[in-house]
């Protein structure tokens, strides 16, 4: 079992940063593929960013590609989204997921393990 907690959610203006960042218990993180994705009010989730578990590999939504950054830190069992040039747009419930078996997907149901989400908005 993983549990999945996700902080750095608030509020800023558009045109700011904020970093995500999601700590995971077990001594297996190592191994799984991570996700970041997003539900804006009244909107499905959606895929935001993924890396595989050794960080060699990450894919991002055409939305969020050059302004989010993707990366971890394994020896800490921690992931992180770091997002800049926010706009509107980006406003959501961000969640991060753990794909214990892949090498990171832009699929939801590839996830096994998720978090319980944190707000971002961004204030025009």
């Known amino acids: 079992q993983v549990q999945l907690v996700e902080s750095g959610g608030g509020l800023v203006q558009a045109g700011g940063s904020l970093r995500l960042s999601c700590a995971a218990s077990g001594r297996t993180f190592r191994n799984y593929a991570m996700g970041w994705f997003r539900q804006a009010p009244g909107k499905e989730r959606e895929f935001v960013a993924s890396?595989?578990?050794?960080?060699?590999?990450?894919d991002y939504a055409d939305s969020v590609k050059g302004r989010f950054t993707i990366s971890r830190e394994n020896a800490k069992s921690t992931v992180y989204l770091q997002m800049n040039s926010l706009t509107p747009e980006d406003t959501a419930v961000y969640y991060c997921?753990?794909?214990?078996w892949g090498s990171g997907s832009r699929i939801l149901n590839k996830y096994d393990y998720w978090g319980q989400g944190i707000q971002v908005t961004v204030s025009s």
């Open positions: 890396i595989s578990w050794s960080g060699g590999s990450t």
């Open positions: 997921a753990a794909d214990p």
